[in-house]
């Protein structure tokens, strides 16, 4: 049974940082991508940031320049680096991975790390 374990979340001052991580276990092969996604309260849940296993990142226009992503791929694990924190950062952070098996991708999501980011 594959499984997703975050941490690292809680409650930061605007202008702060903060570091979440996760880790996946129970694959046979290696997750590729992985990510972060969030979702406030009454909005839909949308992309932070993903990582490859070859270091190819991606991030939302609203995070670029202000969170940092990185992995280790022989930990299969992923963290996030989140700095100058805002108000609107506010949200759930779920921990992403897929696992690709011949053809066929499996998506697999965490219980998700709160993020509070006070005014």
């Known amino acids: 049974q594959v499984q997703l374990v975050e941490s690292g979340g809680g409650l930061v001052q605007a202008g702060g940082s903060l570091r979440i991580s996760c880790t996946a276990s129970?694959?046979?092969?290696?997750?590729?991508?992985m990510g972060w996604y969030r979702q406030a309260p009454g909005k839909q849940r949308e992309l932070v940031a993903t990582?490859?296993?070859?270091?190819?990142?991606n991030y939302a226009d609203s995070v670029k320049g202000r969170f940092t992503i990185s992995g280790d791929n022989s930990k299969s694990s992923v963290y996030l680096r989140m700095n100058g924190l805002k108000p609107e950062d506010t949200a759930v952070y779920y921990c992403?991975?897929?696992?690709?098996?011949?053809?066929?991708?499996?998506?697999?999501w965490g219980q998700g790390t709160q993020v509070t980011v006070s005014s």
């Open positions: 129970g694959s046979t092969f290696s997750f590729n991508p």
């Open positions: 992403y991975a897929a696992e690709q098996i011949w053809n066929t991708k499996f998506d697999y």
């Open positions: 990582i490859s296993s070859g270091g190819s990142t």
